[in-house]
């Protein structure tokens, strides 16, 4: 059962995608389980850099199928536009499979985004207004529109009649500037395109994966945002819309627990996030800024800038504990390069109690300060190709002190050092995925 999961440790933005694409070289597919074009991968390959939202990052390597599974929820036309991208580079989208029974991202629910957040005033969440909350509410609530109705044209009537209507009627209680004046036959008309063009990538994903892990097969499953982004686990309200953790590798792939060998938690190492929400180690005015600027740490789907601080291990524990990380992949460290000196946070302080597990309540979290444990910085090296040629041993030893503290506070090995944005920029200290 050669099967391996990578998932962000923390609020998304960790290099999934980097590691991802490292790790697809050995797989026969990678699969996205949850989330949407709300994601942004960004992979760099020699000179070129491909950005990523939806489409798994399996897309650009040769001969791999890429595979969205059911609980991921789909914007057909912006996939088309992602398609492009990867055609225009010359490569082939022919590996592409979408479940019959992913949920489809219309419109209105672009629209229903933008307007929730204006109900929600001081309070939003700062979404990426890519319809992904409103998606998933229709999947929940039973009325959404499912990749497999392209091929049932009846149903796609059926579903427009009693749809449409709610839609705009919600639309107009919420005071959306441009109400859909979408009509039945237009949507009949945009089901009949998307038809054309994705139909034959339609098919029942659960099956296609199991059968593909009987045979022996690899598949690496891709996972979007982080661990504090879930649902239930995350930092709620201020979370995304699905299961990012381990139990979302299940239920949003059609693959029992038993089916999954290792679990890779991608850990960056400092902290960052985008949207609004709690972050007890957030580095406030010019040393996030700072930060920030050093890691370039700006969102691939909104472009905004993101808030940035130290690495918070009290995060690191949770997501560890909720998705069964087996290995750590760390990332960025390079971009701690010279600081002189470099924090990390081992327990928050709550009403002078030390506390070590992350809490639920919001005000729970105002209120925590995080305690750190200092470490001397590292200087920065003439190459990064030069450090990987060296191998783990030939890091800095403050980094490999660093590292090592991680896992031993984790009890988690960092198999994957990453030091750079390419593909080559990548340490991998045991090999054997597979
Ligand atoms: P993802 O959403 O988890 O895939 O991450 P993003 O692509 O949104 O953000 C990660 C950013 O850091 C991207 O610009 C990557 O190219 C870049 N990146 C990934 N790993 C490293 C690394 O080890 N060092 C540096 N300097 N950049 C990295
Ligand atoms: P990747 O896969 C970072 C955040 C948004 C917002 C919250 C809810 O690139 O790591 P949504 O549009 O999902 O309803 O927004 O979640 N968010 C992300 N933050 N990386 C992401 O994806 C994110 N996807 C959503 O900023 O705070
Ligand atoms: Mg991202």
Not at 286 to 291: A, P, S, T, Y
Not at 308 to 315: H, I, M, S
């Amino acid at each position: 059962m050669p099967s391996l999961a990578i998932i962000g440790a923390q609020w998304g933005d960790e290099g999934k995608g980097k590691i991802t694409d490292y790790l697809a070289e050995k797989a026969d597919g990678v699969v996205r389980f949850q989330g949407g074009n709300n994601a942004g991968h960004t992979i760099v390959i020699g000179d070129n850099v491909f950005k990523l939202h939806l489409l798994p990052s399996g897309i650009l390597r040769k001969g791999k199928l890429a595979i969205i599974g059911n609980g991921v929820v789909v914007n057909m036309e912006d996939m088309m536009s992602e398609m492009q991208q990867i055609i225009d580079a010359g490569l082939s989208v022919d590996g592409l499979r979408i479940s019959d029974r992913a949920h489809l991202i219309q419109n209105y629910h672009k629209k229903l985004d933008g307007a929730e957040e204006v109900y929600r005033g001081k309070k939003s969440v700062g979404t990426t207004k890519k319809g992904i909350g409103p998606a998933y509410q229709d999947k929940i609530a039973r009325n959404g529109f499912r990749a497999g109705d392209l091929l049932e044209p009846e149903l796609v009537k059926e579903k427009a009649e009693m749809n449409l209507p709610l839609k705009k009627d919600l639309m107009k209680m919420m005071k959306v500037d441009d109400v859909c004046q979408c009509t039945t036959e237009k949507f009949e008309e945009k089901f009949a395109r998307w038809r054309d063009m994705f139909g034959k990538y339609i098919c029942d994903t659960s099956v296609l994966i199991n059968d593909m892990l009987d045979q022996g097969k690899n598949i690496l499953f891709e996972g979007a945002q982080g661990a504090m982004l879930d649902i239930d686990h995350g930092t709620y309200p201020y979370v995304t819309s699905s299961s990012t953790v381990g139990g979302g590798i299940c239920s949003g792939s059609g693959v029992a627990p038993n089916r999954i060998d290792d679990v890779v938690g991608c850990l960056k190492a400092y902290t960052t996030r985008v949207g609004e929400g709690p972050f007890v180690t957030e580095l406030l005015g010019k040393e996030g800024e700072e930060l920030q600027k050093k890691g370039g740490e700006y969102g691939v789907t909104t472009g905004r800038g993101r808030r940035c601080g130290w690495l918070d291990l009290v995060v690191a524990e949770h997501a560890a504990r909720l998705c069964g990380f087996s290995h750590w992949a760390v990332t960025k460290l390079d971009v701690l390069n010279d600081y002189d000196t470099i924090k990390v946070c081992t327990a928050y302080e709550i009403d002078g109690e030390e506390v070590k597990h992350f809490p639920a309540s919001l005000s729970k979290l105002e209120r925590a300060k995080p305690i750190y444990k200092e470490f001397k910085g590292w200087k920065s090296w003439a190459s990064s190709d030069d450090m990987v040629k060296k191998g783990y041993e030939g890091l800095p030893q403050e980094m490999k002190d660093y590292i090592k503290f991680i896992e031993d506070y984790t009890k988690i090995p960092a198999s994957i050092i990453s030091i750079g944005p390419k593909r080559s920029e990548t340490i991998d200290r045991y090999g054997k995925w597979y």
